[in-house]
């Protein structure tokens, strides 16, 4: 069931426009069998998007909870939950309400939370909070002595039971499950990890297993983790964006997320208490995820941090225009040819993803700042650069274009920008350094064992300033 607009372009002043509601527009609300962790224009655009357009939507509601503030839950619970979607193409916008979010909440609302965790009829639970939220170290374990993390170990072995991180409130909320007896359910990692569904299990069972054995012990045994690769370019909202909605559709959303058109949605794993027929949307069941994770977190992600740390270097501040640099361009090229040597031939249709992603990214439409995308590169890169530059160092190859994004990176941390990082004392710290010392320090962030490998600390190195010094025209 599409929600497509049918009504006239406005013709009101926008103080008496009517207010995007299920009384203004009517979509019925279906019962909460999903919970949502990470309520942000991501899970708006994506799955709740997919969750509307599946043909038993009317079965699926879902109870989406915000991070770290309230505002995004009190702005869309004043419109019953209700956004539109605009999906932005290279030539024009189309709109549509989406109507899957029965209830909006306060991630602080851990009562509401194990309130519907403990009833038998929540089948689901998503996730989108960020890739830094795992709390794992750089060698993929929880990170326990992490202050949020034991911060939130100290509420829940206290009992006080307030935890602050989407984790601790995820496994406080499964330990009211238990204690109600209400059955197994599928914990959905949405964000842009490889194996996410393992890192999320890992995560989360080894904050439970911090805090009371028997409920990790529970949790192994009873709560699926599936493994996602998620794929919607959406860039935050802006004022201007909210003013096309009201002058296209002729009501007032607070809310409204603007995301490209295309859209990609595999998974892998059990439902044990069943799930909406995602796949009426295109989402793709799969066996094998991994192909599928490494093309996304590889050439789509590898080639956003690549642009978000080359690009700003070069002055640059949208996708868009850092694809219009032939330097930026060249350093993507580099980099999908070696990350490619290292995907599946078959079944991937790699050329054609490749050119789909040049016009994705060409689309100048779409404001998706650079800013917005260098945000925790700690951990991004792991992800993006360093599995790629691993398997390009075991073929005897040096890996040069997967050690310029972690080239890139370091220059950027260290230009004068705003950092946002998990890590930012330590790259503060490694930035007071210089030379091959600072180089180690900061890959030691990344990734401690190539920190150890001085092949890789020279080469990372010698390519320093390469951005930034290369001519346009080259
Ligand atoms: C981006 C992703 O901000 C980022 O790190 O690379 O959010 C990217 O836009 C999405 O994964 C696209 O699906």
């Not at 066996?287 to 740390?309: F, M, Q, T, V």
């Not at 530059?389 to 073929?395: F, G, H, N, V, Y």
């Amino acid at each position: 069931m599409s929600a497509g607009l049918d009504r006239p372009a406005a013709v009101l002043p926008a103080g008496r426009l009517p207010r995007l509601n299920r009384e203004t527009y009517p979509l019925p609300k279906a019962p909460v069998r999903i919970v949502h962790l990470g309520l942000g224009a991501f899970h708006r655009s994506h799955q709740a998007w997919y969750t509307q357009q599946a043909s038993d939507a009317g079965e699926w509601g879902i109870a989406a909870f915000t991070g770290r503030r309230p505002d995004a839950a009190a702005a869309l619970e004043a419109q019953d939950g209700l956004f539109t979607v605009v999906e932005r193409a290279d030539c024009c916008d189309s709109f549509a309400v989406v109507g899957s979010i029965a209830e909006a909440v306060d991630g602080a609302d851990v009562e509401r939370l194990c309130g519907l965790l403990a009833a038998g009829t929540t089948a689901i639970v998503t996730l989108t909070i960020t890739e830094a939220a795992y709390g794992l170290g750089p060698d993929g374990r929880l990170a326990a002595a992490s202050p949020d993390v034991a911060a939130d170990l100290a509420q829940l072995t206290s009992g006080r039971g307030n935890p602050t991180t989407p984790l601790g409130r995820l496994v406080l909320a499964l330990a009211a499950r238990r204690a109600a007896g209400a059955g197994p359910l599928a914990v959905v990692c949405c964000d842009n990890l490889s194996n996410n569904g393992t890192v999320a299990h890992h995560a989360v069972v080894g904050m439970a297993a911090a805090w009371d054995p028997a409920l990790a012990a529970w949790i192994d045994e009873h709560i699926s983790f599936v493994s996602t690769s998620v794929d919607r370019i959406t860039p935050r909202t802006t004022e201007a964006d909210v003013a096309a909605v009201q002058d296209a559709c002729g009501y007032l959303d607070n809310s409204p997320v603007v995301a490209e058109p295309f859209h990609n949605w595999v998974l892998s794993g059990d439902f044990p208490a069943g799930r909406p027929r995602w796949e009426d949307a295109g989402a793709v069941f799969v066996a094998d995820i991994e192909p599928y994770e490494n093309r996304k977190l590889w050439l789509l992600n590898g080639a956003h941090s690549l642009l978000a740390y080359g690009g700003q270097l070069r002055g640059h501040s949208t996708v868009a225009e850092a694809l219009a640099d032939p330097v930026c361009l060249q350093a993507i090229g580099k980099f999908w040819d070696e990350a490619e040597a290292h995907l599946p031939a078959d079944g991937l249709q790699l050329d054609d993803y490749r050119a789909a992603l040049l016009a994705r990214f060409g689309n100048a439409r779409i404001a998706h700042h650079l800013a917005q995308i260098a945000m925790d590169g700690s951990t991004k890169l792991r992800m993006r650069a360093v599995p790629v530059l691993q398997a390009e160092r075991a073929a005897g190859r040096s890996g040069a274009a997967a050690a310029l994004m972690i080239a890139a990176w370091m220059d950027f941390t260290a230009s004068g920008a705003a950092i946002h990082d998990p890590l930012a004392e330590g790259v503060a710290a490694a930035n007071t350094l210089s030379g091959t010392q600072r180089t180690r320090a900061l890959m030691e962030l990344v990734d401690p064992a190539l920190a150890t490998d001085a092949g890789v600390v020279d080469l990372v190195s010698a390519l320093s300033g390469a951005f930034a010094e290369a001519a346009a025209t080259s």
